[in-house]
Nanobody
Framework: VQLQASGGGLVQAGGSLRLSCTAS????????MGWFRQAPGKEREFISG????????EYRDSVKGRFTISRDNANNTVYLEMNNLKPEDTAAYYC???????????????WGQGTQVTVSS
């Protein structure tokens, strides 16, 4: 499975961005999808995930109410809508996929390249 993330950019605090991640080479509809981020000098952290089975979602506490994950199985794409962005959201964002349904884990099977999100104050 190959994952291609896009949609990052520079935005002012309070602004919005939508990240996209398109999968190829696998059965997207059977994959759990996750979004992670990593800021310079910090560990990678789980942001959000969405399962394929009885679709459920999870969010990191710091993004609840501001970020929304969704998936379009027909187009093999998962999205991360990010609103009310804060400077502390600045990081490289990565999408990932795994065959099991646990979302909040670092053990994903496939990873995309990062897309940079920079939020200015």
């Amino acid at each position: 499975v190959q994952l291609q993330a896009s949609g990052g950019g520079l935005v002012q605090a309070g602004g919005s961005l939508r990240l996209s991640c398109t999968a190829s080479g696998g059965t997207f509809s059977r994959l759990t999808m996750g979004w992670f981020r990593q800021a310079p000098g910090k560990e990678r952290e789980f942001i959000s995930g969405a399962t394929w089975r009885l679709p459920s979602v999870e969010y990191r506490d710091s993004v609840k109410g501001r970020f929304t994950i969704s998936r379009d199985n027909a187009n093999n794409t998962v999205y991360l809508e990010m609103n009310n962005l804060k400077p502390e959201d600045t990081a490289a964002y990565y999408c990932a996929a795994r065959r099991r349904t646990t979302m909040r884990t670092n053990f994903y099977d496939y990873w995309g390249q990062g897309t940079q999100v920079t939020v200015s104050s």
